[in-house]
């Protein structure tokens, strides 16, 4: 959450209404999904509060008027490790939701392993490993590429990696704490 001040302009059509009523419902239209190069992409706004009176143009008939509000925002950054799901499998890797925004893991990405792609079923599986990764899977990845456009959120272009330890699908790191314990215990055996 992060506090905002800002200008908007009131139209002569609003003027009637309740003007915190009013400068709340535009704070949400014109702020709410757009990109600030400070604070990211702001998803939410609330206590939208107007600040002196609004100054009017001539020639214009609006009234332009301060205003400080709270924002919630998303501002990924560059190697910061996120969780997300998988909403999409297409031919060269996986999209995931990222909070708002969606983020792509390419093939390469996703594990040590080469990977057989079945676009149809949603689903990709690796050719020794057998670990499946499928829409829905929740997956813990790192940020290795960051493009935010702020002219459109949406079109915002972020790569990850799965590759690195303690990342990837919850069930395959489950898979290898219990392997690494097994391995474990061997070693303790092999030493009696």
């Known amino acids: 959450m992060v506090k905002i001040k800002n200008t908007i302009r009131i139209p002569p059509s609003e003027m009637t209404e309740d003007l915190d009523e009013v400068s709340k419902k535009i704070v949400q239209d014109v702020f709410e999904g757009t990109m600030d190069k400070d604070y990211g992409l702001i998803v939410m706004t609330q206590n939208v509060k107007r600040i002196g009176e609004g100054r009017i143009l001539h020639g214009d008939g609006a009234i332009y008027q301060q205003v400080e509000f709270e924002a919630l925002t998303f501002k990924p950054e560059l190697h910061e490790v996120v969780d997300g799901i998988v909403c999409d499998i297409v031919e060269f890797g996986a999209f995931c939701h ?13 594990m040590d392993d080469k ?15 057998k670990k499946v990764l499928k829409v829905g899977d929740k997956i813990r990845a790192r940020i290795v ?18 590759r690195q330890p303690g990342l990837g699908k919850e069930e395959w790191k489950k898979k290898e704490k219990e392997k690494e314990k097994g391995k474990e215990k061997e070693k303790k055996e092999d030493k009696k």
């Open 98 to 110: 990222i909070g708002p925004l969606d983020a792509l893991v390419h093939k390469s990405q996703i």
């Open 145 to 162: 590429t960051l493009s935010l456009n702020e002219m459109n959120p949406r079109e915002s272009k972020i790569g990850l990696t799965m």
């Open 115 to 129: 990977i057989v792609v079945d676009v149809e079923n949603r689903r990709m599986e690796g050719k020794e490993t």
